[in-house]
């Protein structure tokens, strides 16, 4: 893997040369932990011309959720536990040379970047923009491959709640019970706030587990995801509590898994992404529930949650090849209840036989 790191270094490296910055800091975690392997909180990188380095404000534990850090890539702990690293790396970039720092500009604080200014006033800071963002978007077989684990992870974390008994228990219940079993398969943790939502709850996004108890003929939606080695994934389901699903359920039901399969198949390379969420939106819109609809029908995951690209109205851009993205279109009925459907798949050519679907639940309205 180290040179996994240090090609994407220097992918960085030349694009910054080209807008004539010699040297990087960059300050993101999820950014630090692509370049560097391993990402200790706090910690930033410097990619200058005295090599690259990474600057901790302490020494880092070797907590396997941090990540593990390139072994060719030098590790400088702060003498000061109350030090800041991008200071550090502003003053130690000025001392080495470099006549201008390429810095996450969209994660610094102000006071942050006053701070740096003042260590090294001739240093000119220039603003790295989405860099590193935008070579993040496509993923390497390596990556793909912990996005499937913990898809897989995420699959029988919820296999499990399904089998259980379920009336009477709160949503916070389950939230808790889902994000346990997602590490007792294996996860670092969840990959977001688990979301359970119950009878007039369900089918909004993100909705936060509430004390209200699970009755049957509810619908039950939940939204959950696994954080491996650093890569989430995310999955959502729509049941039915106890009973056999009322019309306006089934018909509710039909009409969102048909925007998500139009979403899905819509997953191809050159794809336009408001092309894909398009091929969802038109199906809700036509049948009416325009006005309720997400302002996004799905987005780019990996080493965060929501990563570019965004599948939205006005997003712009096109799909490459090894995208992972998710489609999550869904309706709510207020005072009633909805429905949501949400899967993690990775974009690939026809040829290769079209997106991969990493979540693999069934998408059947059951009745548990």
């Known amino acids: 893997m180290s040179e996994v790191y240090a090609v994407r270094r220097g992918l960085l490296r030349d694009r910054c040369a080209a807008v004539g910055s010699a040297a990087a800091l960059v300050s993101r975690p999820a950014n630090v932990r692509y370049l560097a392997g391993g990402a200790p909180p706090g910690a930033v990188l410097l990619l200058g011309p005295g090599g690259d380095v990474l600057i901790s404000p302490r020494d880092p534990g070797g907590d396997p959720v941090d990540g593990r850090t390139d072994d060719q890539l030098r590790v400088s702990p702060l003498p000061a536990s109350d030090g800041d690293p991008a200071v550090a790396a502003a003053d130690l970039a000025g001392s080495s040379g470099a006549e201008s720092l390429a810095v996450e500009e969209h994660h610094l604080t102000v006071a942050r970047h006053r701070a740096m200014g003042s260590v090294a006033p001739r240093l000119r800071l220039a603003d790295l923009g989405a860099t590193v963002e935008q070579l993040r978007v496509v993923k390497d077989e390596e990556e793909i491959a912990c996005l499937r684990i913990a898809a897989e992870i995420t699959d029988q974390a919820l296999g499990e709640l399904l089998e259980s008994i379920l009336v009477g228990r709160t949503e916070r219940h389950l939230a808790l019970e889902l994000e346990r079993r997602l590490v007792d398969h294996g996860a670092d943790g969840p990959a977001f706030a688990t979301s359970v939502a119950t009878g007039p709850n369900s089918g909004q996004g993100r909705h936060r587990p509430s004390d209200r108890r699970v009755e049957e003929g509810d619908f039950l939606s939940v939204c959950l995801g696994a954080n491996y080695r650093g890569y989430r ?14 019309d306006w359920q089934i018909e509710l039901y039909d009409l969102v898994f048909a925007a998500q399969r139009a979403g899905r198949e819509a997953l191809v390379p050159g794809a336009a992404y408001r092309d894909v969420d398009r091929a969802a939106r038109h199906l809700l819109d036509s049948a009416g529930h325009g006005g309720g ?41 207020p005072g009633r209840g909805g429905v949501r459907i949400d899967d993690t798949l990775v974009v690939r050519p026809e040829a290769d036989g079209g997106p991969e679907l990493l979540t693999i639940t069934t998408k059947e309205l059951l009745a548990l």
């Open 233 to 246: 994934c995310e999955i959502g389901r729509t049941f039915v509590i106890g009973t056999t699903p009322a």
């Open 293 to 333: 609809l997400a302002p996004w029908t799905g987005h780019g995951v990996g080493l965060e949650i929501d990563e570019d690209p965004q599948l939205a109205p006005a997003a712009m851009g096109k799909l490459d090849a090894c995208v992972p993205v998710t489609v999550e279109p869904g309706v709510h009925l």
